[in-house]
């Protein structure tokens, strides 16, 4: 299984009064992660984008175990749960540079569409993507 690691340091405007991280901030987060994992497959998401190709969010799950706060050095580790002809499911485990303990866990689920957001398989409309893609559950 592959899997990729992001570093995000935490900026000031990304916690609140009690000095730690938004909880809205997770999901920004996620989405960098996502996009800086589907480049270490070997194609970016802005390529996928240009054959016209889109991955819309239809779930977003989210569960904080910790906090993180100004200037933390945080660790995205990004893989693939599960991925089908039309959906691909990514996950997310966020942690502190250095330590073990995750602060939050995530998963987004996404559905591969045309440019008009009609939904389609990947496998049979761009089958070098999912074969990309798919390697990394393997």
Known sequence: MFTSETEIIVRYAETDQMGIVHHSNYPIWFEAARTDF????????????????????????????????????????????????????????????????????????????????KPLNIKKHAPDIYELISKAVQ
Not at 87 to 101: K, L, M, P, S
């Open 38 to 117: 589907i480049k270490k497959m070997g194609m970016s998401y802005s390529q996928i984008e240009k054959r016209g190709f889109l991955l819309p969010l239809i779930e977003l799950n989210c569960k904080y175990k910790g906090s993180a706060k100004y200037e933390d050095r945080i660790i995205v580790k990004t893989g693939i749960k599960a991925i089908t002809y039309s959906r691909i499911t990514f996950f997310y485990e966020v942690f502190r540079f250095g330590e073990d303990a995750i602060i939050t866990l995530g998963e987004t689920m996404h559905v591969w569409t045309d440019k008009e957001l």
